[in-house]
């Protein structure tokens, strides 16, 4: 289990956390791969690093900011970010949906069972992509009765190829041509992350309006009540659940742990905990 503080990244270990990689006095914002550990350094122009548990490469490509990094099944480096959407290729990162004084704001990259790819902004709605040209979904009648399609870094894709992603009313659900409300909240309900429950075969996702929620496949959502909504964390914006069945939730002001059924905070949680840093 890994966490992450404003200039270190932490293994979490027999009740101790322990440094794996530090950058003294330097913000790492995001991490996304824990087999490569992407991450990005605000002190350094936002630039991309990768460590490979030994060693750590720098990507001289300068970003705005580090939002979301995916690799696609040909193993293609995608990288959503305040200033676009970005792809390393042989000879360097080429840069999408970006224009001058307008940024995309990439949050959340996926690949669906075709091969197409989604990409979620935090101001533009969704793009798709199919290899060859990009293209704008037509969901606006899904957001008529607010009007902003804000999408967050929350996303799941399952055996099957369907896409979930977090917005600013809900979940959708993206089955080839098709997207729907996996789960909808009327007032609105902003999902920050999704974090698949194995074990449970459903959905933990951190909510704006209920802290920490659970849906299952069948629609049903159950609410964790018994905890007060930020309480030990501020806004609620990552969430796991580990091998022992430990629920780990953090937020913008440090991180909790569900455990024998009590909540508890961790010490040294006062740092603010970038969306899906856990």
């Not at 009007?147 to 967050?152: A, E, K, L, N, P």
């Amino acid at each position: 289990l890994y966490g992450i503080n404003a200039d270190s990244i932490y293994g979490y270990e027999n009740g101790r956390f322990f440094p794996i990689l530090s950058r003294k006095n330097r913000l790492i914002r995001n991490v996304v791969s824990w087999q490569e550990i992407y991450f990005s350094d605000r002190a350094s122009n936002s630039k991309l690093f990768l460590f490979d548990g030994k060693n750590i490469h720098q990507f001289h490509q300068p970003f705005n900011m580090v939002l979301d990094v995916m690799k696609d099944d040909e193993g293609n480096l995608w990288v959503g970010t305040e200033s676009g959407l970005w792809r390393l290729q042989s000879y360097g990162f080429q840069n999408y949906l970006s224009e001058r004084n307008n940024n995309f704001y990439t949050w959340s990259v996926a690949q669906d069972k075709d091969g197409n790819y989604l990409f979620g902004s935090f101001l533009h709605g969704l793009m798709t992509y199919d290899g060859v040209s990009f293209r704008k979904v037509p969901i606006d009648h899904m957001f008529k009765d607010n009007g902003y399609q804000f999408f967050y870094s929350g996303k799941y894709v399952d055996r099957y190829g369907n896409v979930f992603l977090g917005t600013s009313r809900g979940i959708i659900k993206q089955y080839g041509s098709d997207y729907s409300w996996f789960y909808l909240h009327d007032p609105n309900d902003a999902i920050l992350y999704i974090y698949y429950d194995n074990d449970e075969d459903q959905l933990l996702c951190t909510s704006s309006r209920h802290g920490l929620i659970e849906v299952d496949f069948d629609g049903n959502v159950f609410e964790h009540n018994d905890r007060t909504r930020r309480d030990y964390t501020g806004l609620e914006t990552s969430v796991l659940k580990d091998k022992f069945g430990r629920i780990w939730l953090s937020g913008k002001m440090g991180i909790c742990i569900k455990e024998d059924g009590k909540w508890k905070k961790l010490p040294d949680d006062n740092d603010s905990i970038p969306i899906g840093a856990i």
